[in-house]
């Protein structure tokens, strides 16, 4: 039609009368015409540069990171840093799919239906020693039945800085994690010796009794309670405490109290040397506490 002759002008009609008559854009028309002149075998390549691994070569590798993984269940994310620090480059995006494709993902929870939050701020703190969360859960031995396992642990670098079981979930147990903490990275044990710190938990009768609060005070770190009914407020030691979860209370059997303290200082001393924090780049968290005291030392 746009060569066909106007009786009144006698010049053609052209593509662009004949697509605004239309109302089609040219761009169709050129593609239309660009596709007719390509031969049957033509099929459409996949955008973008071409890497240097195949689909099902880059899937041996993601195979490979996660058998050799020390953790168990990690997302594409973490699998995604390992491959680079083995210089494997790609994309995030690119092994999300080959995982999905290969049936590789972690199970997740599906999410739930909260309601209006109370606590809406950043936890997380710039620098170390600025902020601990401590917070407890349970699990089961065979001879001592249920026991409790307190955590303690920087918001900032995400470090595990004490951890401890106990057959009683009191409060004088629940200062044993920030004790380990304040003699391993202030130094010592002593009046006003963590000055300047404070530590994040929830509203436990372990937590808000006096003797915590009172121990607390003479070691001169400020209490910060989360907010009642907000976990979110305590979110660190609620994510660290979902890791141990996942990677050692719930893989594990322990014969008595003795057997799983020793299991999780052991556990402890491998999280803090080797489990990756994405907000960090990707770093451990002793890495990350290594480039702080560096930073101190040259200031």
């Known amino acids: 039609m746009s060569s066909a002759v106007s ?14 008559a239309w109302e089609v854009p040219r761009s169709s028309v050129y593609a239309r015409r660009k596709a007719g002149c390509r031969s049957p075998e033509w099929r459409p390549a996949k955008r973008g540069p071409k890497t240097k691994y195949t689909d099902e070569e880059l899937t041996g ?8 993984s020390p953790w168990l269940g990690e997302g594409h994310r973490k699998v995604w840093a390992r491959l680079k620090i083995e210089e494997i480059r790609t994309s ?6 080959l995982m999905r494709a290969a049936g590789l993902l972690a199970p997740s929870r599906a999410g739930r239906v909260l309601g209006p939050r109370n606590h809406d701020g950043k936890i997380t703190t710039e620098e170390p020693d600025e902020m601990w969360g401590t917070d407890f859960t349970t699990t089961q031995t065979i001879e001592d039945g249920q026991v409790a396992v307190f955590v303690a642990i920087d ?14 979930a009191n409060r004088f ?24 710190l404070k530590v994040r938990h929830d509203n ?31 979110g660190c030691a609620e994510r660290f405490i ?11 059997r322990f014969r008595n109290v003795e057997e799983l303290q020793a299991a999780l200082q052991e556990w402890l001393v491998k999280y803090n040397e080797r489990w990756l924090v994405a907000r960090h780049g990707y770093q451990t968290p002793a890495q990350i506490r290594q480039t702080f005291l560096e930073l101190d030392a040259a200031a």
Do not use: M
Not at 155 to 168: L, P, Q, S, Y
Not at 209 to 232: C, H, N
């Open 7 to 20: 009786t009144s002008t006698g010049n053609p009609y052209g593509v662009k009368c004949v697509c605004r």
């Open 61 to 68: 590798h993601i195979r490979r990171v996660i058998a050799e």
């Open 92 to 97: 995030l995006k690119r092994t999300l799919d």
């Open 155 to 168: 918001h900032c670098t995400t470090e595990g800085v004490g951890i401890h079981a106990a057959k009683k």
């Open 173 to 196: 147990e629940a200062l044993e994690p920030i004790r380990q903490g304040v003699r391993t990275h202030f130094g010592g044990y002593d009046r006003d010796a963590a000055k300047g």
């Open 204 to 234: 436990g009768t372990q937590y808000i009794s006096d003797a915590f609060q009172t121990e607390l005070k003479w070691l001169g770190i400020e209490a910060s309670p989360a907010f009642v009914r907000a976990p979110e407020g305590n």
């Open 242 to 252: 979902r890791t141990l979860k996942e990677q050692l209370l719930w893989i594990r």
